[in-house]
């Protein structure tokens, strides 16, 4: 399943922050997300997993096919590891968590309610329900945020399966994941600010 984005542009509140944002992205690929802090990479993948509406342009992506992830965990802390996962199985008509489970590092934790984890513990349940989604398109937005060096690899583990699978995964990311992916640059697709659109150079 493809994700092919044609000419967007995207708002953060309401001012625009990017323009012209063309990419495509196939079954089998990764792509990262680059740029600056403040450039727009959360309102770009926010704007794609549709929870914020395009100011222009077109998003084309199969129904039911994105698994979005983004800096909160969100996670049910009086419930338990195994009981999380379990939970997001029936959001997503999906069955088995132990695949899940094993990917993360989670099985001897999976008795614990997830309020006595640690923060990579909830950092790597929350990315643990991306197997349990069925979802062939990963949309993820700074994944690592609070792993440790042995998480980041059971990361970067569960999306090159993922990628061998035949899924994709478009991420933003500062950090090497240990694995080849193109690379989206979002500084040329900056958003110029209205009110300086008719600027004369003259007056310069």
């Known amino acids: 399943m493809d994700l092919r984005v044609t000419d967007l542009a995207c708002a953060r509140g309401g001012v625009p922050v990017l323009e012209g944002v063309s990419f495509a992205l196939s079954g089998g690929h990764a792509l990262f997300l680059r740029g600056p802090n403040g450039i727009g990479k959360t309102t770009l993948l926010r704007t794609l997993a549709g929870l914020q509406p395009p100011l222009a342009g077109e998003i084309s992506v199969p129904a039911e096919s994105m698994a979005y992830a983004a800096h909160a965990d969100g996670l049910k802390g009086t419930l338990s590891v195994a009981e999380n996962l379990r939970f997001w199985a029936r959001v997503f008509g999906t069955r088995g968590i132990d695949r899940a489970l094993e990917r993360f590092n989670l099985v001897d934790l999976a008795d614990r309610q997830a309020q006595n984890l640690s923060a990579g513990q909830k950092r790597r349940l929350g990315l643990a329900r991306l197997l349990v989604t069925g979802r062939p398109i990963w949309v993820l937005d700074e994944p690592?945020?609070?792993?440790?060096?042995?998480?980041?690899?059971?990361?970067?583990?569960?999306v090159r399966d993922h990628l061998d699978a035949g899924g994709s995964a478009l991420i933003a990311t500062h950090i090497d994941l240990g694995f080849l992916a193109e690379e989206l640059e979002l500084t040329p697709f900056r958003a110029v600010p209205r009110d300086l659109e008719d600027f004369d150079e003259a007056f310069a």
Do not use: K, N
């Open 144 to 158: 690592t945020v609070s792993l440790d060096a042995e998480s980041v690899q059971l990361f970067g583990q569960a």
